[in-house]
C-alpha cells in the first residue's frame, strides 16, 4: 500500500480506490481533505434528515453557545464509510463503525481524515481512523471492512 492523498471540494471529487488484493497491518490509507463550508454542513444535515437547527441556523447555533453551525453525527459516519471504501474498493462490505466525536467541525473549516490498517482476521479488515479539524481530533472510529475475492 502506498500514502497518498486526495482533496475533495464540497461539489467535486471521484472515487479514489486503491483496491487493496490483500491489507497489510500498518498499511497507510489515503488522506481524504473536506472542506466543510456552509453549504455542506447544512445540506448533508438535511440529506440525512437531521432538522436540528444547530445544523442550519447559524443565530441559533450561537444562541445554543455554538460558535457557528457544526457537521452532525450521520455525515461524520457517512465520510468515515466513504474514506474506507474509496480506499477498499468495490469488493469491501462494510461490517461495523465504532464512532466517537470529539472537537466540532464548524462550517468553514476543514476535516482531514486519516486511517491505518491495525489488524487483519480471516477477510476481516480493522481500520483505525481519525478525523482532525483546526481545533483537534473531531472524530476517532473502529471500522471493520470484509473484503470479498472476486469469485463470491
Known sequence: M???SRS???RGGGRVTGEPTAAQVGATLPELVVHADPTFVIS???ATRDFQDVHHDRDKAVARGSKDIFV???????LVQRFVTDWAGPRA????IALRLGVP????DTLTLTGTVSAVVGEDVHIDVVGRDSLGDHI???VVIALRGTND
Open 105 to 108: 467541525l464548524y462550517a468553514g
Open 72 to 78: 452532525n453525527i450521520l455525515t461524520d459516519t457517512g
Open 140 to 142: 476517532t472510529a473502529k
Open 44 to 46: 448533508t444535515a438535511i
Open 93 to 96: 462490505i462494510v461490517k461495523s
Open 8 to 10: 475533495d471540494s464540497v
Open 2 to 4: 502506498t500514502t497518498a
